[in-house]
């Protein structure tokens, strides 16, 4: 039991604060830690205390911890929804955008390969004079 409270005191911080960079910055491995630390530690803590100490055998649950656990479940559910939803937003935008990056680029070397082009047969035309 105390080393869930010391892994819930240690992982809940690091998955807020990859939430929340990951919004800002708009970084996809930040968004994906902060949905796999939902997912995992944190949602299977929130089940452990809301009702499997009883079954585990490590005790029982008090009324105040299913209360309170069901209420952070609550809370994490509809945080994990939204998590993969902003995911997969961005990555939409970043592939997107990265797709507009390469045509810039290739139109930019089609104009390079014709200015090298008029360059190597003006070139040409000066040692023929």
């Known amino acids: 039991m105390t080393i869930f409270y010391s892994f819930f ?40 205390y809301m009702g499997w100490q009883p079954f585990l055998g490590n005790g029982y649950t008090l009324p105040f911890e299913v209360a309170l656990n069901s209420a952070y479940c609550i809370l994490l559910i509809p945080e994990l929804y939204f998590c993969y939803m902003s995911a997969q937003a961005i990555i939409k935008s970043q592939a997107a955008s990265f797709f507009l990056t390469l045509g810039a680029v290739s139109s930019d070397e089609g104009i390079l390969q014709a200015e090298q082009a008029e360059m190597d047969w003006n070139e040409g035309l000066s040692r023929a004079a």
């Open 9 to 48: 005191l240690v992982i809940e911080p690091l998955r807020l604060w990859l939430g929340f960079a990951g919004n800002l910055k708009e970084r996809v491995p930040d968004l994906a830690g902060c949905f796999l630390f939902t997912l995992f530690p944190q949602m299977f803590t929130c089940f452990y």
